[in-house]
């Protein structure tokens, strides 16, 4: 079992950052990839980032430039750093780890709100 713990949402204005943490209870090297989801309401859950073991990167193209996700391998945690942040990034920021073989397993966290405002 992999337990998922953000943090670091809130609310900021249009144009401005924030970083958002994800604690796992189990070494994230271990992980097939971990990742950054958002939903907003009535939308669906879309990726935003995701990290593989490799350290590979993959971004959503409404946030390339904007976003970047990172690992702390030491800390069992991923980062996902927002610039330039717009409303329409307004939504509840999932992290994800995908881990096993041969078919992943999906882990999430419960969440963390991130508001920005016009």
Not at 65 to 70: L, Y
Not at 77 to 103: F, H, I, R
Request: aromatic share 10%; charged share 15%; hydrophobic share 35%.
């Amino acid at each position: 079992q992999v337990q998922l713990m953000e943090s670091g949402g809130g609310l900021v204005q249009a144009g401005g950052s924030l970083r958002v943490s994800c604690a796992a209870s189990i070494g994230i090297y271990r992980m097939n990839t971990m990742g950054w989801y958002r939903q907003d309401a009535g939308k669906q859950r879309e990726l935003v980032a995701v990290i593989t073991r490799g350290s590979s990167t993959n971004y959503a193209d409404a946030v390339k430039g904007r976003f970047t996700i990172s690992r702390d391998n030491a800390k069992n945690t991923v980062y996902l750093q927002m610039n330039s942040l717009k409303p329409e990034d307004t939504a509840v920021y999932y992290c994800n780890a995908a881990w096993g073989y041969p078919e992943p397993r999906n882990y999430w966290g419960q969440g963390t709100q991130v508001t920005v405002s016009s």
